[in-house]
């Protein structure tokens, strides 16, 4: 079973156009959009489909409009992948938004898988099945009715009367201009498929913008923090992000703050070195002093002459001389 599928996979490649045929002709429902099955009741009964009496249909709601109805949903599609041990992780917070890109992706995947099941998809009657739901008995009729109205537009109209002369024939200005505003049928499929590439482009703009996003914010974070908050690193870090302009001034400003910070740093260190600088000089000063007592100014005497009076004067008081 395609439980994993790489991003490389072909089943990646199936477009939207057949996506959708394939959801409609399962489950005779009348999608437009591949993202009008975000609410997730219709991968719950595709994976019915898949495996039948599997999904506790009761639980699902077809006419779930706010996210925490989604959200019972996928976590009754979740219990199912859980039953079935299918390790598929299901993004319900980007589902649940309708974003075009990742509900074509799920959807593809879900297509893979049950096309590798292929159970039960001959006797299955979605219609039955999606009575016990909540909305699905209006999900039904509405099905039913469009495949009607599809059925008889396609028909030919071969019973039109003939109108009056007067209403049959308008005039060539009227037809022209009717023709005019009418738009190309054949231009009808590529319009649907550039809007289509515009969605993808605009979901995948945001994707990269919401990346960008929360990495400014970590920043944002750190720099709060009390320990390096009042650096002048920071400060200039955060008068880049909170700068509303987009002319340059905010850069210009922050390398400023960091250089004046760097010459303060490198003046305020200058008198240290000076006062080092003279104990240093007074140290050397008392150390010579130490080392040379001898002073030759005048009428001073030198310890050495102090040392010779006083054992002349014990030489002339001794009783032996």
């Keep these: 079973m395609a439980t994993n599928i790489g991003i490389m996979d072909s089943a990646y490649f199936v477009g939207r156009s057949e996506i959708l045929t394939w959801i409609n002709s399962t489950l005779q429902l009348s999608l437009s959009k591949v993202e009008e099955a975000c609410s997730g009741a219709v991968h719950c009964q595709l994976m019915d489909a898949a495996h039948p009496g599997i999904v506790p249909m009761h639980k699902v709601n077809f006419d779930a409009k706010n996210e925490y109805e989604m959200i019972q949903n996928y976590k009754v599609l979740q219990d199912v992948f859980n039953k079935l041990k299918i390790t598929k992780h299901i993004e319900v917070s980007k589902l649940v938004k309708g974003r075009p890109l990742d509900n074509l992706e799920f959807m593809q995947w879900m297509k893979r898988y049950c096309d590798s099941v292929n159970a039960g998809a001959h006797n299955y009657n979605p219609l039955e099945r999606r009575e016990v739901c909540k909305g699905g008995r209006e999900g039904g009729k509405k099905s039913a009715q469009s495949q009607a109205s599809t059925k008889a537009s396609s028909a030919p109209k071969s019973h039109s009367s003939h109108p009056t002369r007067r209403n049959e024939v308008p005039s060539a200005n009227a037809a022209a201009s009717q023709a005019a505003k009418r738009p190309s049928s054949s231009g009808g499929p590529a319009y649907d498929e550039k809007i289509t590439e515009l969605k993808l482009s605009i979901?995948?703009?945001?994707?990269?913008?919401?990346?960008?996003?929360?990495?400014?914010?970590?920043?944002?974070?750190?720099?709060?923090?009390?320990?390096?908050?009042?650096?002048?690193?920071?400060?200039?870090?955060?008068?880049?992000?909170?700068?509303?302009?987009?002319?340059?001034?905010?850069?210009?400003?922050?390398?400023?703050?960091?250089?004046?910070?760097?010459?303060?740093?490198?003046?305020?260190?200058?008198?240290?070195?000076?006062?080092?600088?003279?104990?240093?000089?007074?140290?050397?000063?008392?150390?010579?002093?130490?080392?040379?007592?001898?002073?030759?100014?005048?009428?001073?005497?030198?310890?050495?002459?102090?040392?010779?009076?006083?054992?002349?004067?014990?030489?002339?008081?001794?009783?032996?001389?």
């Design 203 to 321: 979901d995948s703009l945001e994707k990269e913008r919401d990346f960008y996003f929360a990495k400014l914010r970590d920043i944002e974070i750190l720099c709060q923090t009390p320990e390096i908050e009042r650096l002048p690193v920071v400060a200039a870090i955060q008068k880049i992000l909170y700068d509303a302009g987009n002319d340059g001034t905010a850069m210009a400003e922050a390398q400023a703050m960091i250089s004046s910070d760097h010459y303060e740093d490198a003046a305020g260190l200058s008198p240290i070195a000076e006062v080092s600088d003279e104990r240093s000089a007074s140290e050397n000063q008392k150390r010579k002093n130490i080392v040379n007592p001898e002073f030759d100014a005048a009428g001073i005497t030198t310890p050495r002459q102090r040392l010779s009076d006083i054992s002349n004067v014990h030489c002339s008081e001794s009783p032996l001389v």
